[in-house]
Protein backbone atom coordinates (compact mmCIF):
# COMPACT_ATOMS: atom_id res chain seq x y z
CA UNK A 1 0.00 0.00 0.00
CA UNK A 2 1.00 3.58 -0.06
CA UNK A 3 2.59 4.71 2.75
CA UNK A 4 5.99 6.61 3.95
CA UNK A 5 8.35 3.98 5.82
CA UNK A 6 11.68 4.06 7.93
CA UNK A 7 14.49 1.86 7.85
CA UNK A 8 15.74 2.01 11.17
CA UNK A 9 13.37 2.14 14.51
CA UNK A 10 16.69 3.07 16.57
CA UNK A 11 19.61 5.08 16.09
CA UNK A 12 22.46 5.22 18.53
CA UNK A 13 25.52 8.29 17.75
CA UNK A 14 28.18 9.78 19.88
CA UNK A 15 27.55 13.68 20.48
CA UNK A 16 29.21 15.21 18.03
CA UNK A 17 28.99 12.68 15.49
CA UNK A 18 26.89 13.28 12.29
CA UNK A 19 23.68 11.41 12.56
CA UNK A 20 21.91 10.37 9.14
CA UNK A 21 18.31 9.57 9.02
CA UNK A 22 16.33 7.27 6.09
CA UNK A 23 12.75 7.23 4.85
CA UNK A 24 11.81 5.49 1.82
CA UNK A 25 8.21 6.82 0.74
CA UNK A 26 5.88 4.66 -2.07
CA UNK A 27 3.53 7.66 -3.77
CA UNK A 28 5.71 8.88 -6.58
CA UNK A 29 2.83 11.79 -6.89
CA UNK A 30 3.93 12.92 -3.28
CA UNK A 31 5.58 16.43 -3.94
CA UNK A 32 6.15 17.47 -0.60
CA UNK A 33 8.26 16.15 2.46
CA UNK A 34 8.89 17.09 5.81
CA UNK A 35 10.69 16.15 8.80
CA UNK A 36 9.67 16.07 12.62
CA UNK A 37 11.14 16.22 15.83
CA UNK A 38 9.26 14.43 18.72
CA UNK A 39 10.54 15.06 22.50
CA UNK A 40 8.45 12.83 25.09
CA UNK A 41 5.31 14.64 26.01
CA UNK A 42 5.50 17.18 23.21
CA UNK A 43 3.73 17.00 19.84
CA UNK A 44 5.54 16.94 16.54
CA UNK A 45 8.11 19.68 15.95
CA UNK A 46 8.29 20.95 12.36
CA UNK A 47 12.07 20.56 11.49
CA UNK A 48 12.87 20.89 7.78
CA UNK A 49 10.87 20.53 4.30
CA UNK A 50 11.40 20.15 0.83
CA UNK A 51 9.76 20.28 -1.88
CA UNK A 52 9.59 17.99 -5.09
CA UNK A 53 11.55 20.04 -7.35
CA UNK A 54 14.58 20.27 -5.46
CA UNK A 55 16.97 17.07 -4.22
CA UNK A 56 18.59 18.83 -1.55
CA UNK A 57 17.63 21.64 1.40
CA UNK A 58 20.05 22.87 4.48
CA UNK A 59 18.69 24.56 7.50
CA UNK A 60 20.62 24.86 10.85
CA UNK A 61 22.84 21.83 11.40
CA UNK A 62 20.75 19.55 9.59
CA UNK A 63 20.13 18.71 5.80
CA UNK A 64 17.47 16.90 3.78
CA UNK A 65 17.93 15.19 0.42
CA UNK A 66 15.50 14.18 -1.57
CA UNK A 67 15.96 11.17 -4.22
CA UNK A 68 12.78 10.82 -6.16
CA UNK A 69 14.41 7.85 -8.67
CA UNK A 70 14.42 5.61 -5.03
CA UNK A 71 11.83 7.84 -3.56
CA UNK A 72 14.31 7.91 -0.78
CA UNK A 73 14.61 10.81 1.80
CA UNK A 74 17.05 11.05 4.47
CA UNK A 75 17.71 14.08 7.36
CA UNK A 76 21.22 14.68 8.42
CA UNK A 77 22.06 16.39 11.44
CA UNK A 78 25.71 17.78 12.29
CA UNK A 79 27.24 17.53 15.01
CA UNK A 80 24.52 15.65 16.89
CA UNK A 81 23.75 17.38 20.55
CA UNK A 82 22.06 15.38 23.40
CA UNK A 83 19.24 18.09 22.73
CA UNK A 84 18.85 16.60 19.46
CA UNK A 85 17.49 12.89 21.00
CA UNK A 86 13.71 12.20 20.19
CA UNK A 87 11.98 10.44 17.65
CA UNK A 88 12.39 11.52 14.12
CA UNK A 89 9.41 11.10 12.03
CA UNK A 90 9.24 11.87 7.90
CA UNK A 91 5.93 12.56 6.19
CA UNK A 92 4.91 13.45 2.81
CA UNK A 93 2.08 15.65 1.26
CA UNK A 94 0.15 15.65 -2.07
CA UNK A 95 -1.32 18.42 -3.81
CA UNK A 96 -4.70 18.84 -2.67
CA UNK A 97 -4.07 16.85 0.72
CA UNK A 98 -5.90 18.71 2.71
CA UNK A 99 -4.11 18.92 6.33
CA UNK A 100 -3.54 14.69 5.58
CA UNK A 101 0.15 14.06 6.20
CA UNK A 102 0.63 10.72 5.62
CA UNK A 103 3.77 9.83 8.43
CA UNK A 104 6.35 7.05 8.94
CA UNK A 105 6.88 4.96 12.07
CA UNK A 106 9.22 7.02 13.40
CA UNK A 107 13.13 6.72 14.78
CA UNK A 108 14.33 7.28 17.95
CA UNK A 109 17.62 9.05 17.97
CA UNK A 110 19.63 8.67 20.89
CA UNK A 111 22.56 10.77 21.65
CA UNK A 112 25.64 9.81 24.24
CA UNK A 113 27.75 11.90 25.82
CA UNK B 1 2.62 33.76 18.59
CA UNK B 2 1.07 31.88 20.19
CA UNK B 3 1.51 27.77 19.14
CA UNK B 4 -1.44 25.08 18.82
CA UNK B 5 -2.92 25.17 22.64
CA UNK B 6 -4.65 21.94 23.03
CA UNK B 7 -6.61 20.96 26.08
CA UNK B 8 -7.20 19.40 28.47
CA UNK B 9 -3.74 17.61 28.53
CA UNK B 10 -4.70 14.25 30.24
CA UNK B 11 -8.09 12.63 29.83
CA UNK B 12 -9.04 9.30 32.00
CA UNK B 13 -12.43 7.87 31.12
CA UNK B 14 -14.36 4.57 31.09
CA UNK B 15 -15.41 2.28 28.14
CA UNK B 16 -18.76 3.26 27.09
CA UNK B 17 -18.24 7.45 28.10
CA UNK B 18 -17.81 10.19 25.44
CA UNK B 19 -14.97 12.46 25.51
CA UNK B 20 -14.89 16.29 23.47
CA UNK B 21 -11.11 17.41 23.04
CA UNK B 22 -10.38 21.18 22.09
CA UNK B 23 -7.80 22.96 19.72
CA UNK B 24 -7.26 26.69 19.10
CA UNK B 25 -4.93 27.22 16.11
CA UNK B 26 -2.21 29.19 15.65
CA UNK B 27 -4.03 32.98 15.00
CA UNK B 28 -4.73 33.55 11.21
CA UNK B 29 -4.21 29.60 10.48
CA UNK B 30 -7.77 28.58 8.93
CA UNK B 31 -7.06 24.56 8.86
CA UNK B 32 -7.66 22.48 11.95
CA UNK B 33 -6.42 18.73 11.27
CA UNK B 34 -6.71 16.30 13.95
CA UNK B 35 -4.21 12.95 14.54
CA UNK B 36 -4.30 9.96 16.26
CA UNK B 37 -0.90 8.72 17.99
CA UNK B 38 -0.03 5.39 19.61
CA UNK B 39 2.65 2.81 19.46
CA UNK B 40 1.16 0.77 17.02
CA UNK B 41 -0.21 2.42 14.26
CA UNK B 42 1.89 5.40 14.66
CA UNK B 43 0.47 9.07 13.78
CA UNK B 44 -2.91 8.53 11.82
CA UNK B 45 -5.28 11.47 10.30
CA UNK B 46 -8.14 11.76 11.51
CA UNK B 47 -10.23 14.64 9.47
CA UNK B 48 -9.37 18.11 8.29
CA UNK B 49 -11.74 21.48 9.37
CA UNK B 50 -11.53 24.16 6.78
CA UNK B 51 -13.99 27.57 7.21
CA UNK B 52 -16.26 25.45 10.00
CA UNK B 53 -16.28 22.93 6.87
CA UNK B 54 -14.58 19.07 6.74
CA UNK B 55 -12.85 18.96 3.87
CA UNK B 56 -10.94 15.47 4.25
CA UNK B 57 -11.91 12.52 6.56
CA UNK B 58 -9.01 9.32 7.57
CA UNK B 59 -10.57 5.79 8.25
CA UNK B 60 -11.85 6.31 11.38
CA UNK B 61 -15.45 5.02 12.73
CA UNK B 62 -18.43 7.54 13.17
CA UNK B 63 -17.44 7.49 16.60
CA UNK B 64 -15.35 10.14 15.49
CA UNK B 65 -16.38 13.58 15.03
CA UNK B 66 -15.35 17.21 14.80
CA UNK B 67 -16.05 20.13 14.22
CA UNK B 68 -15.11 24.01 13.76
CA UNK B 69 -16.04 27.52 15.09
CA UNK B 70 -15.90 30.33 13.53
CA UNK B 71 -12.74 31.78 14.88
CA UNK B 72 -11.00 28.42 13.32
CA UNK B 73 -11.17 26.74 17.23
CA UNK B 74 -11.80 23.27 16.45
CA UNK B 75 -13.59 19.84 18.88
CA UNK B 76 -13.72 16.61 18.37
CA UNK B 77 -15.91 14.43 19.44
CA UNK B 78 -15.45 10.11 20.46
CA UNK B 79 -18.78 8.84 21.95
CA UNK B 80 -19.12 5.23 23.14
CA UNK B 81 -15.12 5.02 24.36
CA UNK B 82 -13.16 1.59 23.55
CA UNK B 83 -10.53 0.54 25.26
CA UNK B 84 -8.35 0.79 22.08
CA UNK B 85 -9.56 4.75 21.93
CA UNK B 86 -6.63 5.25 24.55
CA UNK B 87 -4.10 7.50 22.20
CA UNK B 88 -2.42 10.70 22.15
CA UNK B 89 -4.89 12.69 20.27
CA UNK B 90 -2.70 15.77 18.29
CA UNK B 91 -4.11 18.85 16.10
CA UNK B 92 -2.11 20.88 13.88
CA UNK B 93 -2.90 23.77 12.05
CA UNK B 94 -1.91 26.37 8.99
CA UNK B 95 -2.92 28.36 7.09
CA UNK B 96 -4.85 26.48 4.27
CA UNK B 97 -4.02 22.81 4.68
CA UNK B 98 -2.29 21.88 0.99
CA UNK B 99 0.91 21.37 0.27
CA UNK B 100 2.59 22.68 3.61
CA UNK B 101 3.81 22.26 7.04
CA UNK B 102 1.62 21.87 9.56
CA UNK B 103 1.94 23.32 13.35
CA UNK B 104 1.20 20.78 15.90
CA UNK B 105 0.20 20.91 19.53
CA UNK B 106 1.23 18.87 22.92
CA UNK B 107 -1.70 16.91 22.08
CA UNK B 108 -4.20 15.24 24.82
CA UNK B 109 -3.50 11.87 26.39
CA UNK B 110 -6.25 10.03 26.29
CA UNK B 111 -6.47 6.96 28.51
CA UNK B 112 -9.44 4.70 28.62
CA UNK B 113 -10.15 2.33 31.30
Known amino acids: GESVGLHLPTLSVQEGDNSIINCAYS??????FIWYKQESGKGPQFIID?????DKRQGQRVTVLLNKTVKHLSLQIAATQPGDSAVYFC????????????FGKGTKLSVKP | KAGVTQTPRYLIKTRGQQVTLSCSPI?????VSWYQQTPGQGLQFLFE???????NKGNFPGRFSGRQFSNSRSEMNVSTLELGDSALYLC????????????FGSGTQLSVL
Open chain 1, 27 to 32: NSASDY
Open chain 1, 91 to 102: AENREGSQGNLI
Open chain 2, 27 to 31: SGHRS
Open chain 2, 92 to 103: ASSPDGNSEKLF
Open chain 2, 49 to 55: YFSETQR
Open chain 1, 50 to 54: IRSNM
